[in-house]
């Protein structure tokens, strides 16, 4: 049980324009998923926090009209980069956190690799 | 300020056994995860703790100690698919995962 798909799992796209990327919780209901990036030799970045039904909450530095967060359902919430940026180009990782479990522990899907040229 | 401090690299050999220390500093504390995390790939879960003592899982093994604000990771009989890195993580009293930088382990033959 809880797993965590994402979709797609690699894109490649031209500078200017925009990528979703789509994050699913396949057996449990996550009220709260989780959006990171992820350098190269680097920890995981919080991005933004997004809660079912509510708007997302942004970490400091990141850019909300650039990385359009939608949480529409208890099992889907999509990652939109708007007019993507050779500097976008990184590791996304989303996870989500089931609402059944009494801690606090994030299932991770397995990411997405995008590459703007 | 929250920090969570954990060494960049380290070297082991096949066999052999690892211990890979964490320390935190976060304002509250609802907990500890260790995650592995292979190159290209999404981080895993390997373990968590909420109270102090040490929770055996196979070959895996974490410790806590809150007082000390401190956690080991440790890993026996080492076998080379165990190179990852490995994620420390302290759940903060907003309940957000306060992350380390992560410790890159080297397996040796």
């Known amino acids: 049980g809880a797993v965590v798909s994402q979709h797609p799992s690699r894109v490649i796209c031209k500078s200017g324009t925009s990528v979703k990327i789509e994050c699913r919780s396949l057996?449990?209901?996550?009220?709260?998923m989780f959006w990171y990036r992820q350098f190269p030799k680097k920890s995981l970045m919080l991005m933004a926090t997004?809660?079912?039904?509510?708007?997302?909450?942004?970490e400091q530095g990141v850019e909300k009209d650039k990385f359009l967060i939608n949480h529409a359902s208890l099992t889907l919430s999509t990652l939109t980069v708007t007019s993507a940026h050779p500097e976008d180009s990184s590791f996304y990782i989303c996870?989500?956190?089931?609402?059944?479990?009494?801690?606090?522990?994030?299932?991770f899907g397995p990411g997405t690799r995008l590459t703007v040229l | 300020g929250q920090n969570i401090d954990q060494p960049t690299e380290m070297t082991a050999t096949e066999g052999a056994i690892v211990q890979i220390n964490c320390t935190y500093q976060?304002?509250?504390?609802?907990?500890l995860f260790w995650y592995q995390q292979h190159a290209g790939e999404a981080p895993t879960f390997l373990s968590y703790?909420?109270l102090d003592g040490l929770e055996e899982k196979g070959r895996f093994s974490s410790f806590l100690s809150r007082s000390k604000g401190y956690s080991y990771l440790l890993l026996k009989e080492l076998q080379m698919k165990d190179s990852a890195s490995y994620l420390c993580?302290?759940?903060?009293?907003?309940?957000?995962?306060?992350w380390g930088a992560g410790t890159k382990l080297i397996i040796k033959p």
């Open positions: 996870s989500a956190r089931d609402r059944v479990y009494s801690y606090n522990e994030q299932f």
């Open positions: 057996d449990f209901q996550a009220t709260t």
């Open positions: 997004s809660n079912e039904g509510s708007k997302a909450t942004y």
């Open positions: 976060t304002s509250g504390f609802n907990g």
């Open positions: 703790n909420v």
């Open positions: 993580a302290s759940v903060d009293s907003n309940y957000q995962l306060i």
